[in-house]
């Protein structure tokens, strides 16, 4: 059983809510989401990805999404298929979720015999291909890929640099302009040397998009990004986040429609002694501490933001969508609408 879903107002006092989707989206809304589904190997008291697997594609098969950026969706083998990665592929294709279709060397991460870990992987996206679509752009130029901090920005640290950034030009099917979709997943160490370069990429992926844009022949295309930037204000106040608000990204936990933001984007709490995977979720009597981000750029306007959380009655979290020991945040964000010739289906 879960819980009643109730009015924003009441959420707070009465515990999380069930997303429920605006009674009638406008035809430049499109619904985003970020997700950490832990690695193969997350930490106890994790289960196993074996038992994982299925609660994470429920997960995100039920969450009406039209845009997914994933974080940790490894090249680590499973049971069930060659890596991680492919096997949730496989699992989110019943929900009607395609990966970007890659052109012959965008994919700079992709795996080779002679060198299979060029890359950290641990970014993806998906896209809900009834209500979005892969464009082609203007010149030609390839409209998704696969590229690393460290191609983007000289100067990480070696752990920073190998992390994939996923990439994709895509469009609302209801007619939005093409944007471009980013996944990204920064380091998760605390110490000076990984801080200093998540900031660092913060400071630049700015600058790195409008380029693409430009590129690519979209200039001024919006951009989201869905990401697990490892950052918070409480603990980083002049962190990734901050530096991406000054750059001029606005974060859809400032929409107006915010639902379960008194919950945390990960399930990890020392006040609480919560260690990934506890059975109730803490609920803090403030904005809860979020590192799990979608934030827009340009002219896209987040209207609508959730930490999504599934529980029972009694507040406690429903297992059978436990997956991770981090929440899907989702959020809709409103784009503008398509010029005739911009962008045509890739398809």
């Not at 901090?149 to 994709?168: K, N, P």
Request: negative net charge; hydrophobic residues 40%; glycine residues 8%.
């Amino acid at each position: 059983m879960r819980i009643a879903i109730v009015p924003l107002l009441m959420a707070v006092a009465l515990g999380p809510v069930v997303f429920s989707p605006p009674a009638q989206a406008t035809a430049t809304d499109l619904a985003f989401a970020t997700y950490n589904v832990c690695k193969t190997d997350c930490a106890a008291p994790a289960p196993s990805w074996d038992v994982r697997r299925e609660r994470v594609a429920r997960t995100i098969n039920e969450s009406g999404v039209d845009v997914l950026g994933l974080q940790e969706a490894t090249w680590q083998p499973t049971a069930n298929a060659k890596t991680q990665w492919q096997d949730l592929a496989n699992l989110v294709s019943a929900g009607g979720y395609v990966s970007p279709v890659f052109s012959q060397g965008s994919q700079e991460c992709a795996w080779t015999k002679e060198n299979p870990h060029k890359c950290t992987h641990t970014a993806a996206l998906f896209f809900r291909s009834s209500t979005v679509e892969q464009v082609t752009t203007p010149n030609g130029t390839p409209s998704a890929g696969v590229t690393n901090e460290g191609t983007i920005v000289a100067g990480l640290d070696a752990d920073s640099a190998s992390r994939e950034v996923a990439w994709a030009y895509l469009r609302g099917r209801s007619g939005t302009a093409p944007f471009l979709a980013l996944s990204v997943h920064t380091s998760t160490d605390k110490d000076p040397t990984h801080e200093a370069s998540r900031v660092l990429f913060a400071n630049t992926v700015t600058a790195w998009v409008q380029a693409m844009n430009n590129t690519h022949g979209l200039p001024g295309a919006a951009v989201v990004l869905m990401a697990d930037l490892n950052s918070y204000v409480a603990r980083q106040p002049q962190g990734a986040q901050s530096v991406l608000y000054t750059g001029g990204w606005v974060d859809a936990a400032a929409a107006p429609d915010r639902r379960n933001y008194r919950f945390s984007t990960i399930n990890y709490n020392p006040v609480s002694g919560d260690s990934g995977f506890p059975v109730k979720p803490y609920q803090f009597n403030r904005d809860a501490t979020r590192i799990d981000y979608v934030l827009a750029l340009g002219p896209a306007v987040p209207v609508a933001y959730e930490v999504v959380m599934h529980v029972k009655a009694d507040g406690s979290f429903d297992e059978a969508y436990q997956g991770s020991d981090h929440q899907m945040v989702r959020a809709v964000v409103s784009l503008l609408p398509a010029q005739a010739g911009v962008g045509r289906s890739a398809g």
